[in-house]
T-cell receptor, first 109, second 116 residues
Framework: GENVEQHPSTLSVQEGDSAVIKCTYS??????FPWYKQELGKRPQLIID?????GEKKDQRIAVTLNKTAKHFSLHITETQPEDSAVYFC????????FGPGTSLSVIP | KAGVTQTPRYLIKTRGQQVTLSCSPI?????VSWYQQTPGQGLQFLFE???????NKGNFPGRFSGRQFSNSRSEMNVSTLELGDSALYLC???????????????FGEGSWLTVV
């Protein structure tokens, strides 16, 4: 069945450094790749997404890249801040949205 | 516009009992999906409903079921509860069905189920 892998499972960075989270997906039909951020005790919220006809998308300090051939996509956060600390989920979607297992990001002040 | 609303927020049940969780989607959204979230297991897809029809189903036993009403509100039911069913159950709504490109799903706050 469809599967999304996500690495690393935990990530700790110093404030101001960059953070990178990588995902791979198995269903080559996937054409939409959203990223969600879930703060402790709160609902997952969409932070950025990318469609299969685009290789890269940027929104302020957040960027996503997609390599459809390799079935890889990544989230890049630059100039990290303590409020970026959360669990991040990648997802791949064709006829249903399948999530990766999540990455717990800690930004150390 | 009101967000996705889930009730109840917290509940405790005993093994063997059954539970029904409710979800009201964002106004105008016709698709409702359900996910189970447990520590270490991430967000596991349960099923999706669109226009009162189940469109997709995840790999969960038949004890997990759901339905959608004509006003797009959805319920999920878990029968014969087991300890391992303890989890956060998240409902998500979207304007269109499933994973159409760019079809963002919006989550509710979830229902915390504890089975003792």
């Amino acid at each position: 069945g469809e599967n999304v892998e996500q690495h690393p499972s935990t990530l700790s960075v110093q404030e101001g450094d960059s953070a990178v989270i990588k995902c791979t997906y198995s269903d080559s039909a996937s054409n939409y790749f959203p990223w969600y951020k879930q703060e402790l005790g709160k609902r997952p919220q969409l932070i950025i997404d990318i469609r299969s006809n685009v290789g890269e998308k940027k929104d302020q300090r957040i960027a996503v890249t997609l390599n459809k051939t390799a079935k890889h996509f990544s989230l890049h956060i630059t100039e990290t801040q303590p409020e970026d600390s959360a669990v991040y989920f990648c997802a791949a979607s064709y006829d249903k949205v399948i999530f990766g297992p999540g990455t717990s990001l800690s930004v150390i002040p | 516009k009101a967000g996705v609303t889930q009730t109840p927020r917290y509940l405790i049940k005993t093994r063997g009992q059954q539970v029904t969780l409710s979800c009201s989607p964002i106004s105008g959204h016709r698709s409702v999906s359900w996910y189970q979230q447990t520590p270490g297991q991430g967000l596991q897809f349960l099923f999706e409903y669109f226009s009162e029809t189940q469109r997709n189903k995840g790999n969960f036993p038949g004890r997990f079921s759901g339905r959608q009403f004509s006003n797009s509100r959805s319920e999920m039911n878990v029968s014969t509860l087991e300890l391992g069913d303890s989890a956060l159950y998240l409902c998500a709504s979207s304007p269109k069905t499933g994973g159409f490109s760019g079809n963002t799903i919006y989550f509710g706050e979830g229902s915390w189920l504890t089975v003792v």
